[in-house]
């Protein structure tokens, strides 16, 4: 059953609340361990980088061939800068500067 | 009066994540339009949901109109990080009634998390000094400092998201790559700045390269597949290290 877009951002706010406040009740005094914690985070890593590579090189289902080249190198500048200068959003107006000035050559 | 004190405290320590909210913010409200989301439904996942990497995350599934349970699953695990998060600070709001506890997590995010916990445990230290200091009052102050943090981050989150919106409608045709950058170029961003040891690249570069086949086999849930195994190998490989290492 499909439901509306609306609909999916209140059960999404409903399912990030309850994530937020239900240590609040529950876990007051306690902590993770340390391996659940970092599987946690590794999915957390796995499941962004997998948006981003579907995000930029995939449209409707299908890879991008024309376009994944120039698209790749703004990742990889996007990346670099965004390390170098310690800053998230540098890199990602690097990588976008870069990807417009690509697609208005090619 | 200590309450509206320490309020401003929290407030005047989010300076920083909100210079660093409001780039954010109006890149997701860009991004948000570009996607063909509505202004109302822009506004109302900032507040609502208030998670940047879950709300970038399940745009392009949302705009595309994929299956609902896809997008739910995939804001939830984004949004399972908050546990921790959630969990470490619940200490430090000791005596606090439930009511005002349960409304304030609802501004727990990365920045405001991480802002308190640090401040909490220092003044922690020297009440362990101060003969007088009385934890159950010490709540209610904590929980100001926290909304002072998280509290006026917030808002410059959902501000920022609806001038974005309103910034994107102005962009010029021919900008489309560079707006369709914006999403994945953010992540990487973050992830880079973020980036250290050998376990969070080697996640990162096989979660990368795995997507793409991924999705091909599977359209819906390929990637997330991928994306769970890839996760659950290098955590696995990282407790055989750890475990190899404490025999030897």
Redesign the interface.
């Known amino acids: 059953m499909e439901i509306s877009r609306i609909s999916i951002i209140l059960i999404m706010g409903l399912m990030a609340f309850t994530v937020r406040a239900l240590p609040q009740v529950f876990f007051v005094g306690r902590k993770f361990p340390d391996s659940l914690e970092r599987l946690l985070r590794y999915l957390s890593y796995a499941f962004i980088c997998s948006i981003i590579a579907v995000t930029l090189f995939m449209t409707g289902g299908n890879f991008e061939m024309r376009a994944a080249p120039s698209r790749a190198v703004a990742l990889a500048l996007a990346i670099v800068v965004a390390y170098t200068t310690r800053s998230a959003v540098s890199g990602m107006l690097a990588g976008m500067l870069l990807v417009l000035m690509l697609s208005w050559l090619w | 009066m200590r309450f509206a004190l320490r309020f401003r405290q929290g407030m005047k320590a989010a300076i920083p994540i909100w210079i660093?909210f409001v780039?954010?913010s109006l890149?997701w409200g860009i991004a948000a339009q570009a996607h063909g989301?509505k202004f109302?439904?822009v506004v109302?996942?900032s507040a609502?949901?208030?998670?940047g990497?879950?709300q970038?995350?399940?745009l392009?599934p949302?705009a595309?109109g994929k299956?609902?349970l896809q997008?739910?699953v995939?804001?939830?695990?984004?949004?399972?990080?908050?546990?921790?998060m959630?969990?470490?600070?619940?200490?430090y709001?000791h005596g606090v009634g439930?009511l005002p506890?349960?409304l304030s997590?609802?501004v727990?995010s990365a920045s405001s998390f991480i802002v308190p916990y640090l401040q909490f445990q220092k003044e922690r230290q020297h009440a362990a000094e101060d003969p007088g200091f009385d934890e159950a009052t010490e709540g209610y102050g904590n929980l100001a400092f926290f909304l002072g943090v998280g509290g006026s981050s917030f808002l410059v989150w959902v501000i920022g998201s609806a001038f974005g919106y309103a910034i994107a409608l102005g962009f010029p045709a021919?900008?489309?790559?560079?707006l369709?950058?914006?999403?994945?170029?953010?992540?990487?961003?973050?992830?880079?700045?973020e980036?250290r040891g050998w376990?969070?690249p080697v996640?990162?570069?096989?979660?990368?390269?795995?997507?793409?086949p991924?999705?091909?086999a599977s359209?819906g849930w390929g990637?997330?597949l991928?994306?769970?195994l890839?996760?659950?190998l290098?955590?696995g490989l990282?407790?055989w290290k750890f475990r190899a290492s404490a025999l030897s």
Request: aromatic share 12%; net charge negative; with cysteine.
């Open positions: 660093a780039p954010s890149a989301m109302e439904e109302l996942m609502w949901v208030y998670s990497p879950a970038f995350a399940v392009g949302l595309e299956s609902s997008v739910l995939a804001g939830f695990l984004m949004n399972l990080r908050f546990l921790p959630s969990t470490a600070l619940a200490p709001f439930r506890l349960l997590s609802h727990v021919g900008f489309d790559e560079a369709k950058f914006i999403l994945p170029g953010y992540f990487a961003g973050l992830l880079a700045v980036m376990a969070m996640v990162c570069l096989a979660a990368l390269v795995a997507a793409v991924g999705a091909l359209p990637w997330l991928t994306a769970s890839v996760g659950v290098v955590w990282e407790q």
